[in-house]
Nanobody, 125 residues
Framework: VQLEESGGGLVQVGGSLRLSCASS????????VSWFRQAPGKEREFVAA????????IHADSVKGRFTISRDKGKRTVSLQMNRLVPEDTAVYYC???????????????????WGPGTQVAVSS
């Protein structure tokens, strides 16, 4: 599985962006696919996940109600719709894929085998 993110950029406070994570070589069926982000000087943190098979959607408290993760019907793309952006959302956003993740491990970045190179999101005040 090879992943590549797109859709990052510079946006003003309150604006929106839609990130996409595309898979080449394989569909994302059977994979939990998540978004993580890393701000300068900080650890990479969990943002949102769409679980394999069950289709369960999980969002971090910091983005709940503003961000929405989704999969396309063809199962090769996972998107992250980001609304009402704030400066604290500025980071490099990464998508990641892993298999056989139990619910309690979805937020653990060490559980993911595949990562994209990341896309930069900057929110200006």
């Amino acid at each position: 599985v090879q992943l590549e993110e797109s859709g990052g950029g510079l946006v003003q406070v309150g604006g929106s962006l839609r990130l996409s994570c595309a898979s080449s070589g394989a569909t994302l069926n059977g994979y939990t696919v998540s978004w993580f982000r890393q701000a300068p000087g900080k650890e990479r943190e969990f943002v949102a996940a769409t679980r394999e098979n069950q289709g369960t959607l999980i969002h971090a408290d910091s983005v709940k109600g503003r961000f929405t993760i989704s999969r396309d019907k063809g199962k090769r793309t996972v998107s992250l719709q980001m609304n009402r952006l704030v400066p604290e959302d500025t980071a490099v956003y990464y998508c990641a894929a892993g298999q056989r993740l139990i619910l309690s491990s979805v937020r653990d970045r060490a559980r993911y085998s595949y990562w994209g190179p990341g896309t930069q999101v900057a929110v200006s005040s």
